[in-house]
């Protein structure tokens, strides 16, 4: 807490998509019911048209608007941001426990939920001040699957509810496209497994077919107007891929479920397999090959799983989970973690097959897709939390059902377990201490020293040697940025990288005035220096304090940041 609040500033961590968020909360907040897609500030002189989901920054200024009865103070609107992750993080301990409860026993059911509470990704994205979407997506991805779950076994009204909570999270998250994509699956390999029991799924149809239909209106309703336009069906905004597979699964539902009726109540059962095979095929040639929907669907396999786009490959949303592991802490824990879930999935493969429950498939399909794409992206890792810690259960209860003897004694198993998670725990603090105070600081220093600007016609902007601070330079200075990680409009992220791999200063002088740039910010910054050769614009601006027309006007204290003015006038 000290790390991040000196009693006059609240310092929000991670990378700077928390002061983005801040920025679409106060701008819905002012422009009520409104959210305005275009910031004028973000990758100036351009401007940027938000391609993030408006639903988590909107709900939010609700949020702030209730609590400030109509008028919230910016001190409020920040408080409730930097509260809103411990507080989802904590509930969604309470979802997990009751999912947990269709799997396991009662005393390892809450045996889950305590690891899960206490599991380090979950901790990291769901500490106070880390305001970005990344603590609300397991939480409603453990409400869809309980409501569904609750529809199937209890009342058809709890399906409304998951299908609402799929419209949430796509709004909150484009990635959650992955729940529609899991639950789908879970329900024809469910729906399969009845087939070969010789019975129908009436009530898991039903199910599926009232939450997917409920979730349809509302993800159609987000389509960004703007990047419409431009990107009819893509992944890494809302368009017309999420409508369509989420209708396709709609499809399939309806077709498995009419061959259920017909190869249990038919006798010609050969004839109705390969006319349905034929007929499942031909659809989807139709709907993959049409539209550009295929597209699309590699897109968004690549970008959850394959290579970060360009420009982005030091971005901690695209760490390798097994490549960003450093030292014998961090080796060993990614060890043990890939051992458990390896036995436990073995384990619990076996069990699904003797009792293919659909609370059990739903469990097994999520965890190898969420452990997969944690492996290639680590930002997953606060997702596969909850598999993880309900699989560390599910092997103890398993080992402790199993009556033959174990060669290791239960009790050093469990020490051993403890240990290790608590051992990692100690080390929590290396992953979220806060290192942006330094940076903020010179944010506050432009903030009170350089000329105001027009908030609809910015006269000049800032440039920083990192892109990902863009956002905070906006918030807290109060200046227009050239770059920001908003790789769908990478004009200044290229401008960016020209400026500071430049070696001609001539060259670099003609960017900079292309761009409106009046100020530029130099912090260590691993991406250019890698392509940075030694008389570059990147390299010798570290080593002199005035470069033909740059002057520096400010050093921070560490020496981290320094401040450059572009004495030419900006055209």
Not at 339 to 344: E, H, P, T, W
Request: contains cysteine; glycine residues 6%; hydrophobic residues 50%.
């Amino acid at each position: 807490f000290n790390q991040i609040y000196n009693w006059q500033i609240l310092f929000f961590t991670g990378d700077s998509d928390a002061y983005c968020h801040l920025l679409r909360v106060q701008s819905a907040i002012q422009n009520f019911p409104k959210l305005p897609l275009l910031e004028p500030f973000l990758n100036f002189p351009h401007g940027t048209h938000h391609f993030w989901p408006p639903v988590f920054d909107w709900l939010t200024a609700v949020l702030c608007l209730i609590l400030g009865l109509g008028f919230p103070s910016v001190k409020l609107i920040e408080w409730t941001c930097a509260l809103l992750p411990p507080i989802i993080g904590a509930a969604t301990v309470f979802p997990v426990y009751y999912f947990s409860k269709n799997i396991l026993s009662e005393k390892n059911a809450i045996f889950a939920s305590v690891i899960f509470a206490i599991m380090p990704f979950h901790i990291l994205y769901t500490t106070f001040a880390r305001f970005d979407h990344h603590f609300a997506e397991p939480f409603f991805f453990i409400l869809i699957i309980l409501f569904f779950i609750f529809a199937v076994k209890k009342s058809l009204l709890y399906a409304f509810l998951s299908g609402i909570i799929i419209f949430v999270s796509i709004g909150t998250w484009v990635g959650s496209t992955i729940f529609i994509l899991i639950l789908g699956i879970s329900v024809l390999v469910k729906m399969i497994f009845d087939i070969l029991a010789r019975k129908t799924s009436d009530r898991l149809f039903q199910t599926a077919i009232i939450t997917y239909a409920t979730a349809l209106p509302g993800v159609m309703l987000l389509r960004n107007p703007y990047w419409k336009k431009i990107y009819t069906i893509s992944f890494d905004t809302i368009s017309l891929f999420q409508p369509y597979m989420i209708w396709i699964f709609l499809l399939l539902f309806l077709i498995f479920y009419f061959f259920q009726c017909l190869i249990v109540f038919s006798k010609n059962r050969k004839f109705i397999i390969i006319s349905g095979a034929v007929a499942i095929f031909l659809i989807f040639y139709a709907l993959l090959f049409s539209g550009g929907f295929l597209g699309g669907l590699f897109a968004g396999i690549n970008f959850l799983g394959g290579r970060p786009p360009q420009f982005f490959s030091e971005f901690g949303e695209f760490e390798s989970f097994i490549t960003s592991a450093s030292g014998m802490l961090d080796i060993t824990f990614v060890a043990v973690i890939l051992i458990i879930v390896l036995y436990g999935v073995a384990v619990f493969l076996k069990d699904t097959m003797r009792d293919p429950a659909f609370e059990k498939i739903i469990f097994l399909i999520s965890t190898v897709i969420f452990g997969i794409l944690t492996l290639t992206r680590a930002r997953f890792s606060g997702l596969f939390s909850i598999n993880f810690a309900i699989l560390v259960a599910y092997i103890f209860e398993h080992l402790f059902k199993n009556e033959k003897s174990l060669k290791i004694s239960k009790l050093s198993i469990s020490v051993s377990a403890i240990l290790i998670f608590a051992f990692y725990g100690y080390g929590i603090h290396k992953i979220t201490k806060n290192d942006f105070k330094e940076y903020y600081q010179s944010l506050l220093w432009l903030k009170e020293n350089l000329p105001a600007v027009s908030r609809n016609n910015p006269e000049y902007g800032v440039l920083p040697s990192a892109s990902e601070y863009g956002n905070a330079i906006v918030y807290a200075a109060e200046r227009p940025t050239i770059a920001t990680n908003m790789h769908l409009e990478p004009h200044g992220l290229i401008t960016l990288e020209k400026f500071f791999i430049e070696t001609d200063l001539k060259k670099a002088q003609k960017i900079l005035d292309e761009n409106r740039v009046k100020y530029l910010i130099l912090s260590p910054t691993p991406y250019i220096e890698q392509k940075a050769k030694k008389d570059s614009m990147y390299n010798k601006l570290w080593q002199l304090e005035h470069l033909s027309q740059l002057e520096k006007v400010y050093s921070s204290d560490g020496g981290n940041i320094k401040i450059f003015m572009n004495k030419i006038p900006c055209p």
